[in-house]
């Protein structure tokens, strides 16, 4: 409710990694792109305009959205399926685009680090995304096994430049 809060939730977090979100076109099934607009607006009361375009078919569908929806595999304002999905320990390993897999893999890697190096500190923004992970990723019995998601991830992505 108040300003405070709501800057707490813009943090660094998973829901850094809102725009572009990359997901299934409804249409074609091929990657399609969804942008919200500038964030601006966000608190205005008219909500934010959010597109989805799709570069293979020509899909485009552009809607004002008021509320996002945070945490699962779909883009937060259209509730489009994640492109980057896939199954792993018995949950859903996801990503919403090519920066936010390469916090997870950034992230995984420095707890990899952390094992073999116990007196490292991890980055400051590691652990309070850290916090807002599931606990099933955080566990170390599954870390292998996320690790192996990730890369499936990573083979999901679009072929285009890196930071496209
Ligand atoms: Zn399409």
Do not use: K
């Amino acid at each position: 409710m108040t300003d405070d809060g709501r800057a707490r939730d813009r943090g660094v977090g998973v829901d850094a990694f809102t725009t572009p979100v990359l997901v299934v076109c409804p249409r074609c099934e091929a990657t399609a792109r969804v942008v919200a607009g500038p964030e601006g607006q966000r608190d205005g009361g008219a909500g934010v305009e959010v597109r989805a375009t799709c570069t293979g078919c020509g899909y485009a569908r552009a809607e004002s959205v008021t509320e996002r929806r945070l945490g699962g595999p779909e883009d937060p304002w259209l509730g489009l399926p994640l492109r980057l999905t896939t199954p792993c320990c018995g949950e859903v390993l996801w990503a919403r685009n090519a920066d936010h897999l390469a916090f997870l893999e950034d992230w995984i890697g420095a707890r990899l680090r952390e094992r073999s190096e116990p007196s490292a500190a991890s980055p400051l923004r590691n652990r309070r995304m850290a916090s807002r992970l599931p606990s099933w990723m955080l566990a170390a019995s599954n870390r292998a096994a996320v690790v192996a998601g990730l890369a499936r991830l990573r083979a999901l992505l679009p072929q285009s430049p890196r930071r496209a």
